[in-house]
């Protein structure tokens, strides 16, 4: 667990110099709208690539959610470490909604490090049911 915070922090700190993003200080209600991917930018955001991070979003956006109502429900929106996670994960999807959104909106990332930017989310992606479990048991100090 703890690999995965410090990757989400790594991720979160580039994405948000990348994407020029600023983080949200407390839980958000819902996740970000996802954003359609677009067939004609004009960056270096392959059309794949962009597709790839749509559908990353896609899948994450109702987990998210799942697991920030949980956290709620069960008391974990007390516990500073599962607000840093929660807020970690919304601004990784809101730097994803940005990059996609703006024409530049990864910046000077290569069309290679894009590559390792949606393996990342990928990463993210897959580790989200094991927060939703967390957070569905009940929070004990």
Do not use: F, H
Request: a negative charge; aromatic letters at 4%.
């Amino acid at each position: 667990m703890k690999k995965l915070l410090v990757l989400m922090m790594a991720l979160a700190m580039t994405l948000s110099l990348a994407a020029c993003g600023g983080g949200k200080t407390e839980t958000p209600a819902s996740a970000p709208a996802p954003t359609p991917a677009t067939a004609e930018r004009k960056d270096n955001v392959t059309p794949e690539q962009a597709a790839a991070i749509a559908d990353i979003m896609g899948k994450m956006g109702p987990l998210y959610n799942e697991a920030a109502e949980a956290a709620s429900k069960n008391g974990w929106d007390k516990e500073e470490t599962a607000v840093q996670e929660l807020n970690m994960v919304y601004a990784i999807m809101d730097s994803a909604r940005v990059g996609l959104e703006e024409i530049d909106g990864y910046g000077d990332t290569s069309t290679e490090e894009i590559d390792t930017v949606v393996a990342q989310y990928q990463v993210v992606l897959d580790e989200m049911p094991n927060l939703v479990a967390k957070y569905s048991e009940p929070y004990s100090k």
